[in-house]
């Protein structure tokens, strides 16, 4: 079972775009939760995912609980990545089937959300010289630790 990146609302859709791009070359499934701030017929999304986006399983969804419901409740962990998150990502053991849940560009994911899995809120370590990291640079580097702890499953 792979992995999964969930975008909540995502803003730009270059950063979507990147994303796929990194889920074509991981497996990882990739989430959207709307509403979205762009098209999905936006250009500079198929330009930022290139010619990846037949090996990408994408899912949509209307929002939040009617993801975690079509999940079920035989889903794996849910991971919200906030920069106050008090434990690093690095400190927790992914499995296979592991969501990875990323919020918009401009709030991150909504404090009603996070309160409910404040335990599963994970952060990336930074300097206070920035709000926060790109997000599909959050998205790629919590991706590939999951992806070493798992060993690298199916990949070259």
Not at 9 to 34: K, V
Not at 38 to 49: I, M, N, P, Q
Not at 132 to 156: D, H, M
Request: proline share 4%; net charge negative; hydrophobic share 35%.
């Amino acid at each position: 079972m792979p992995l999964h990146i969930v975008l909540h609302e995502p803003l730009i859709p270059a950063n979507t775009g990147n994303i796929a791009r990194s889920c074509a070359a991981t497996g990882a499934h990739l989430h959207l939760i709307h509403p979205l701030g762009f098209s999905t017929d936006d250009r500079y999304l198929k330009r930022a995912g290139l010619d990846y986006w037949h090996a990408v399983h994408v899912h949509h969804y209307d929002n939040f609980e009617h993801f975690a419901q079509a999940q079920g409740e035989h889903a794996g962990t849910f991971y919200f990545v906030e920069t106050w998150g008090e434990t690093l990502y690095t400190e927790v053991s992914f499995r296979d089937g592991d969501y990875i849940i990323l919020g918009k560009e401009t709030t991150g994911l909504p404090e009603e959300l996070t309160d409910r899995y404040r335990e599963q809120t994970i952060r990336i370590p930074m300097s206070g010289a920035t709000r926060s990291v790109n997000l599909s640079n959050c998205a790629a580097i919590v991706l590939f630790e999951g992806l070493r702890q798992l060993g690298f499953p199916g990949l070259k």
